[in-house]
Every structure is written in C-alpha cells, then in structure tokens.
C-alpha cells in the first residue's frame, strides 16, 4: 500500500456517518447489508446513504454487487487489514522487544482474508 491510498480510506473515512457505515458493514461481514437496510440501521436518509456508500466505494472500502433492484454492499477486509499493516509496518522497528506486549494480529482477525465477491 501507498501513501496516496492510505490517504484516500482515510479521508473516506473521516466522515462520522461513512465510519458508522464502515463499521456496519465490518459487524455484517461477507454477507454485506443492502444500502435501504444501512440506512434503516443507522437512521438515515438514502440519499444520504448512496452518498456516503459512493464515497467508501469508490475509495475501495466497499464493494457492491447487483442484486435485482438492490445494490449489497460489503467491507472489503483485505484492504482494511492491509491498511492497518501499513499503519503498523514500522513498529518497533530495530527494537522488536518493545512490541511483544502488543496484540497486533490484526491480519488474522476475520479468518482467511477474503476480497469480497
């Protein structure tokens, strides 16, 4: 990952609403939630909501499949894992010892990493 991504997810992300959204998802996990029952949850107008969603996707956060009149959005673990090893490449470079308190498997947490479908 690049600086330039990292960037753009966490720009994506900046917004209270897109984090709600994010998270949402994340809880959700390869299931996805349509973009009516996102809005539902977290008690927001669709427009709103398909602006938010555009946003995330285009960053790549999301990703949305068709589903007759309904788009499914879901998290993209992969990338959020990945973003979370960039942020932590670095730690405790050259002295390993100051890490081994910190529980950093983050890679691991959702199983295998999945892309979404």
Known sequence: MDKLAATLMFESLSSGIR????????????????AG????ALALPPNNTSFHL??????GLLS??????????RANMRLM???IDY???????GNP???ADLSLPVSNC????ETTP
Do not use: H, W
């Open 37 to 40: 029952d996102i809005a539902t």
């Open 97 to 99: 010892d100051q890490c």
């Open 87 to 93: 942020l932590t490449a670095e730690c405790c470079t």
């Open 110 to 113: 959702c199983g295998p990493n």
């Open 19 to 34: 984090l709600d959204i994010y998270r949402l998802l994340v809880k959700a996990g390869p299931d996805g939630l349509v």
């Open 54 to 59: 555009k946003t995330l996707t285009q960053a």
């Open 64 to 73: 949305a499949t068709q589903e007759g009149r309904f788009q499914r959005y």
């Open 81 to 83: 894992t990945e973003l």
